[in-house]
T-cell receptor, first 114, second 113 residues
Framework: DAGVIQSPRHEVTEMGQEVTLRCKLISGHNSLFWYRQTMMRGLELLIYFNNNVPIDDSGMPEDRFSAKMPNASFSTLKIQPSEPRDSAVYFC????????????FGQGTRLTVV | AQSVTQLDSQVPVFEEAPVELRCNYSSSVSVYLFWYVQYPNQGLQLLLKYLSGSTLVKGINGFEAEFNKSQTSFHLRKPSVHISDTAEYFCAVSKTSYDKVIFGPGTSLSVIP
């Protein structure tokens, strides 16, 4: 398996624009996590899904952020409208779930909002 | 809710010297524990994990960690560090098989030639 795949790797957008980050899970994994990493706040869990169902979205900063899992292997994180303070590296991770919560991370998407 | 504390934000150490990175967690229930490493401009990679069984866990790149339930600690150690070990190290905890993984703030390890 190629591992968790995120796209794009880099995104530069203007304030107010919509941004969509994409993630392909490892086949057979049941849990999906979206994290945000910044110098100031470290690694923050935004939302996690189990079997395509959102379990905890308490880390989502505000209504401008939304995440979906349309099927068992794919997820999107959307920011609309984007703001400069959203600039960060966004990581997607998946885990097997059954008795082992080891998270396998993608390479991340570096988002810059200007 | 679980939380993770990494007391040392930066740890400089000379090459071939031993190192210990400290991690303490808080949880009222049994937990799984992890150490991850992040090299510049890359994602996080698992070093080792404790799910159950032996409290001394060995991982990749010569690292090991010991789970101490009474002290709620999971410190990471390596007897002799290499320049290539320079990276950010994260301790993490989760409660159950389907629960979220919470990360500590990270410790930046710098190995000095």
């Amino acid at each position: 398996d190629a591992g968790v795949i995120q796209s794009p790797r880099h995104e530069v957008t203007e304030m107010g624009q919509e941004v969509t980050l994409r993630c392909k899970l490892i086949s057979g994994h049941n849990s999906l996590f979206w994290y945000r990493q910044t110098m100031m706040r470290g690694l923050e869990l935004l939302i996690y899904f189990n079997n395509n169902v959102p379990i905890d979205d308490s880390g989502m900063p505000e209504d401008r952020f939304s995440a979906k899992m349309p099927n068992a292997s794919f997820s999107t994180l959307k920011i609309q409208p984007s703001e400069p303070r959203d600039s960060a590296v966004y990581f997607c991770a998946s885990s097997p779930g059954a008795g082992d919560t080891e998270a396998f991370f993608g390479q991340g998407t570096r988002l810059t909002v200007v | 809710a679980q939380s993770v504390t990494q007391l040392d934000s930066q740890v400089p150490v000379f090459e071939e010297a031993p190192v210990e990175l400290r991690c303490n967690y808080s949880s009222s229930v049994s937990v799984y524990l992890f150490w991850y490493v992040q090299y510049p401009n890359q994602g996080l990679q698992l070093l080792l994990k404790y799910l159950s069984g032996s409290t001394l866990v060995k991982g990749i790149n010569g690292f090991e960690a010991e789970f101490n339930k009474s002290q709620t600690s999971f410190h990471l150690r390596k007897p002799s560090v290499h320049i290539s070990d320079t990276a950010e190290y994260f301790c993490a905890v989760s409660k159950t098989s389907y629960d979220k993984v919470i990360f500590g703030p990270g410790t930046s390890l710098s190995v000095i030639p």
